[in-house]
């Protein structure tokens, strides 16, 4: 079946633009992570959603970044007025439902490079 | 707070050679811990997952890993390297207490030589 895909898989912007990341995760998984990935790093937790709700967006780093689920399936990361510190690789993972025990499934990432 | 620390940044070692992966965990409460395994422009694979039943987990690719409460351990161990083990290692905690969210280790690079 089909895995966690995210679109684009690179994204090369500027200083100072809005972005916008997809996630599409497994069909009937309730539970969707986002995570950024620094070179070097370990995944950083970012905000996690279950059903169309954020249940913790802890990890969102300030106000510029914003993410929703509006139907309870596909999300989007919204990054405004990027910077160069933004650069990073953004991760998507889903689950069946969002219990510690259960598995994260993960999509490839989207590259963000900002200029 | 949950946390991990991989105590080793990179590993190196010879094919056929046994692998060993160390992780110390954090956490406030039952943690579930697990390892990913991230190749080269490949997404986050899940290796094994321990959620508090037998102590010694068993994974894909012949690796296993011991929970060691007394220690607060997580080790990732395998008999005998193959060159397809080359890749990054992240061990993961996540406890209901931290409200599900997961918590990477900064991961561990394996290095296999021939």
């Known amino acids: 079946g089909a895995g966690v895909s995210q679109t684009p898989s690179n994204k090369v912007t500027e200083k100072g633009k809005y972005v916008e990341l997809r996630c599409d995760p497994i069909?009937?998984?309730?539970?969707l992570y986002w995570y950024r990935q620094s070179l070097g790093q370990g995944p950083e937790f970012l905000i996690y959603?279950?059903?169309?709700?954020?249940?913790?967006d802890s990890g969102l780093p300030n106000d510029r970044f914003f993410a929703v689920r509006p139907e309870g399936s596909v999300s989007t990361l919204k990054i405004q007025r990027t910077e160069r510190g933004d650069s990073a690789v953004y991760l998507c993972?889903?689950?069946?439902?969002?219990?510690?025990?259960?598995?994260?499934?993960f999509g490839p990432g989207t590259r963000l490079t900002v200029l | 707070a949950q946390s991990v620390t991989q105590l080793d940044s990179h590993v190196s070692v010879s094919e056929g050679t046994p692998v060993l992966l160390r992780c110390n965990y954090s956490?406030?409460?039952?943690?579930?811990l697990f390892w990913y395994v991230q190749h080269p422009n490949k997404g986050l694979q899940l290796l094994l997952k321990?959620?508090?039943?037998?102590?010694l987990v068993k994974g894909i690719n012949g690796f296993e890993a011991e929970f060691k409460k007394s220690e607060t351990s997580f080790h990732l161990t395998k008999p005998s390297a193959h060159m397809s083990d080359a890749a990054e290692y992240f061990c993961?905690?996540?406890?209901?207490?931290?409200?599900?969210?997961?918590?990477f280790g900064a991961g561990t690079r394996l290095f296999v030589k021939a």
């Open positions: 993972a889903s689950s069946l439902w969002a219990g510690s025990t259960d598995t994260q499934y």
């Open positions: 069909s009937g998984h309730t539970a």
């Open positions: 959603f279950q059903g169309t709700g954020a249940a913790d």
């Open positions: 956490s406030s409460y039952s943690p579930s």
């Open positions: 321990y959620t508090s039943a037998a102590t």
């Open positions: 993961v905690v996540s406890d209901e207490f931290g409200g599900f969210k997961t918590i």
